[in-house]
């Protein structure tokens, strides 16, 4: 079997792994961007890589939600142009950085993810609560102030999903969770189509001023596809707890794994 082939049953079932895990909690990255390193691409053309297999997550993600998305059109609307323009800004600094540089700032981003999930562990059982103050919260967001924060707020993540992304969706879904009364499989959603929009954009830019291993993109991003269309289904089911622990313990230890490999 040539190597091709075996990478691609490799890559398939990690992307439906990493389309799972985006879908659910944002961290795609911490599967599929070490299942790039390990076919033995470098870390900075891994990651443009991976950035454009990502694409096909937002995709599978967006079938499997239409009816949440359909029904927050204008909270779209809100979220869309920031993450995208912040996309091009990140995918600029990627390219501007050296990989040396890159590769020694993974574990950190990695590493803020992780504990940031761990932080939101017990939002779910707030939810209640929150749900009560839901006339004051619409009343602070309505502050042109209030707003302006949350734009920059959103802007700053499709920056870093544009220059990493790794757990750049748990950075978004912190932000609507603290922003937003809508239910988790609503601001889930939005998050998955959003920053699916950000890798279309930041992969445009690398498709001019990069290189993209599209062989092994193929098979990335059809386990991406499946992977995320199955994910929203198991959002509903899973209790929200689980996810943010298994998943913020996994992060925690991919960054202290990555860091011992880019500094000894």
Same mark, same amino acid.
């Given at each position: 079997m040539s190597d091709y082939w075996q990478h691609f049953i490799f890559l398939l079932p990690m992307g439906i792994l990493a389309g799972i895990?985006?879908? +659910?909690?944002?961290?795609?990255?911490?599967v599929s961007y070490p299942a790039l390193l390990a076919v033995g691409i470098p870390p900075l053309f891994a990651n443009v890589?991976?950035?454009?297999?990502?694409?096909?997550? %937002?995709?599978?993600?967006?079938?499997?939600?239409?009816?949440?998305?359909?029904?927050?059109?204008?909270?779209?609307i809100k979220i869309l142009p920031f993450t995208l323009a912040g996309s091009v800004i990140g995918a600029w600094l990627l390219l501007s950085a050296p990989a040396a540089t890159f590769e020694k700032a993974v574990p950190f981003f990695v590493l803020v993810a992780g504990l940031l999930l761990m932080s939101q562990v017990n939002k779910s059982k707030n939810a209640e609560t929150n749900l009560t103050r839901e006339d004051s919260i619409e009343n602070d967001s309505s502050h042109p102030v209030y707003r302006t924060f949350v734009s920059i707020g959103i802007l700053l993540v499709g920056m870093y999903c544009g220059y990493f992304g790794a757990a750049g969706g748990v950075l978004l879904l912190a932000i609507l969770?603290?922003? +937003?009364?809508? @239910?988790?499989?609503?601001?889930?959603?939005?998050k998955n189509l959003s920053l699916g929009g950000a890798n279309l954009i930041a992969t445009i830019i690398y498709?001019?001023?990069?290189?993209?291993?599209?062989?092994? #993109?193929?098979?990335?991003?059809?386990?991406?596809?499946? %992977?995320?269309?199955?994910? @929203?289904?198991? #959002?509903?089911?899973? @209790?929200?707890?689980?996810?943010k622990i298994a998943i913020s313990l996994a992060a925690i230890a991919l960054a202290i794994d990555f860091f011992m490999k880019a500094y000894f």
């Open positions: 895990v985006s879908t +659910t909690a944002g961290l795609a990255s911490l890589t991976n950035t454009a297999a990502l694409v096909m997550t %937002g995709l599978g993600a967006t079938v499997s939600s239409r009816k949440d998305l359909g029904e927050h059109k204008k909270e779209l969770s603290a922003t +937003t009364t809508m @239910p988790f499989a609503s601001y889930n959603a939005l498709i001019f001023s990069s290189h993209i291993y599209w062989s092994l #993109v193929i098979p990335m991003g059809i386990g991406l596809f499946i %992977g995320g269309w199955i994910g @929203p289904h198991i #959002v509903k089911i899973i @209790p929200e707890k689980i996810l």
